[in-house]
């Protein structure tokens, strides 16, 4: 069984789609999911079997007590030889003989620099409470799937020797993000000029205020016309929203700095492809899926130098220094004001976001969840 009720949007339901569009062959595999309406209107399987409680589990706390009472006699009923938790959070005490598999998929309850950043308050506690039940579910876990060397690095510092099974499995890119023969068309909503993208949910981590101030100093320094575009969501941190528009004010820059809100995913591989520069500023992550999005693009990417990012872009992007003062407007400006080094970057970049793909990651991880199970129930 999967337990996909915390995947309500995001990087969540783009794993979940990907994995369950991927399912091996079903000779004696049975899955069910957990999951909410939304997710299952967006996969094509007709034959899985989905479980969706009468619960109001939208609430956190309501569905981490229906997953500790009522979740268990489920399992049991079901016969299930493995429960997966993909949202990184395990509250229910499984049967005998089922595993349970978790992900570390949240880097921030991890990061103390980043956790520091946010006002006392909802914030500071959700991170305080999420580092210690991910902690805890993955040290009770049968096997913890980590996105990136980096993230097992940071949980094996943390509870040295105490992880009972492991494996690194990366996230992949969808073909549609993948440049073919041309770019796919252009919206008509973008400016007529070049522009720099940034995609990313607006917080504390990602940086964008820094992006804004390098912005208007790349703008001080050169001739050229292009726009800033600012894609992404704000509803998770409307407060630092507000302070990226304020800083937007202040520098003068209405008119040159687009924030279009939240972009429907299918649009995003066009606003890639179209990009003079796309840019990725964050300071924490698990695994970039951004990143790898954009770098499969084949346009170039300067790129935040704090890990995992080397670890994805290795030496196909131009990377920069969030913290560093005028290090992200001179990396831009070198890809801008030679067209050979930029095309030079672009090239590489989607050839190294050719080794991540989703099928090679829903194959890997159905294969050792397999594994877990009763060698009688094994699928050849």
């Given at each position: 069984?999967?337990n996909a009720l915390s995947a309500r949007l995001g990087g969540g339901?783009?794993?979940?789609?990907?994995?369950?569009?991927?399912?091996?062959?079903?000779?004696?595999?049975?899955?069910?999911?957990?999951?909410?309406?939304?997710?299952?209107a967006s996969i094509e399987q007709v034959d899985l079997r989905w479980?969706?409680?009468?619960?109001?589990?939208?609430?956190?706390?309501?569905r981490t007590i229906w997953e500790r009472c009522r979740l268990p006699?489920?399992?049991?009923?079901?016969?299930?030889?493995?429960?997966?938790?993909?949202?990184?959070?395990?509250?229910?005490?499984?049967?005998?003989?089922?595993?349970?598999?978790?992900?570390?998929?949240?880097?921030?309850?991890?990061?103390?620099?980043?956790?520091?950043?946010?006002?006392?308050?909802?914030?500071?506690?959700?991170?305080?409470?999420?580092?210690?039940?991910?902690?805890?579910?993955?040290?009770?876990?049968?096997?913890?799937?980590?996105?990136?060397?980096?993230?097992?690095?940071?949980?094996?510092?943390?509870?040295?020797?105490?992880?009972?099974?492991?494996?690194?499995?990366?996230?992949?890119?969808?073909?549609?993000?993948?440049?073919?023969?041309?770019?796919?068309?252009?919206?008509?909503?973008?400016?007529?000029?070049?522009?720099?993208?940034?995609?990313?949910?607006?917080?504390?981590?990602?940086?964008?205020?820094?992006?804004?101030?390098?912005?208007?100093?790349?703008?001080?320094?050169?001739?050229?016309?292009?726009?800033?575009?600012?894609?992404?969501?704000?509803?998770?941190?409307?407060?630092?929203?507000?302070?990226?528009?304020?800083?937007?004010?202040?520098?003068?820059?209405?008119?040159?700095?687009?924030?279009?809100?939240?972009?429907?995913?299918?649009?995003?591989?066009?606003?890639?492809?179209?990009?003079?520069?796309?840019?990725?500023?964050?300071?924490?992550?698990?695994?970039?899926?951004?990143?790898?999005?954009?770098?499969?693009?084949?346009?170039?990417?300067?790129?935040?130098?704090?890990?995992?990012?080397?670890?994805?872009?290795?030496?196909?992007?131009?990377?920069?220094?969030?913290?560093?003062?005028?290090?992200?407007?001179?990396?831009?400006?070198?890809?801008?004001?030679?067209?050979?080094?930029?095309?030079?970057?672009?090239?590489?970049?989607?050839?190294?976001?050719?080794?991540?793909?989703?099928?090679?990651?829903?194959?890997?991880?159905?294969?050792?969840?397999?594994?877990?199970?009763?060698?009688?129930?094994?699928?050849?």
């Open positions: 069984m999967i339901q783009t794993y979940l789609m990907n994995l369950l569009r991927c399912i091996p062959a079903r000779k004696e595999l049975e899955v069910s999911i957990l999951g909410p309406n939304s997710l299952r479980l969706l409680p009468s619960w109001p589990v939208e609430n956190p706390l309501i006699g489920i399992l049991q009923e079901l016969g299930a030889d493995v429960l997966f938790c993909p949202g990184g959070v395990v509250a229910t005490p499984a049967p005998q003989g089922c595993k349970v598999v978790t992900m570390f998929r949240n880097m921030i309850p991890f990061d103390c620099v980043q956790r520091e950043r946010y006002p006392l308050g909802y914030m500071r506690v959700r991170n305080w409470l999420l580092e210690r039940s991910m902690l805890r579910s993955m040290l009770r876990a049968d096997l913890v799937i980590f996105v990136s060397q980096f993230a097992k690095q940071v949980i094996e510092r943390r509870a040295p020797g105490q992880i009972r099974r492991s494996a690194v499995i990366p996230h992949g890119v969808g073909p549609e993000f993948r440049l073919a023969d041309a770019p796919a068309a252009r919206p008509p909503w973008l400016p007529r000029e070049d522009y720099l993208l940034y995609v990313s949910t607006f917080d504390v981590y990602k940086a964008q205020v820094q992006v804004v101030r390098e912005f208007a100093l790349l703008k001080r320094r050169r001739m050229g016309q292009e726009k800033l575009i600012l894609v992404g969501s704000d509803s998770q941190n409307p407060q630092y929203a507000q302070a990226v528009r304020d800083e937007i004010h202040n520098l003068g820059l209405e008119g040159h700095v687009i924030i279009p809100g939240l972009i429907p995913y299918r649009e995003l591989p066009a606003l890639y492809q179209h990009a003079a520069v796309n840019i990725f500023a964050t300071e924490s992550e698990n695994c970039p899926n951004i990143l790898l999005e954009a770098m499969a693009a084949g346009r170039p990417v300067v790129c935040s130098s704090f890990p995992p990012m080397p670890e994805f872009g290795g030496d196909a992007v131009s990377y920069f220094n969030p913290r560093t003062p005028s290090d992200l407007a001179t990396k831009v400006s070198q890809v801008l004001d030679d067209p050979s080094f930029s095309h030079s970057l672009g090239e590489k970049a989607a050839a190294r976001a050719s080794n991540y793909n989703w099928e090679t990651a829903a194959s890997s991880t159905w294969k050792i969840l397999q594994s877990l199970r009763p060698k009688e129930c094994q699928v050849e």
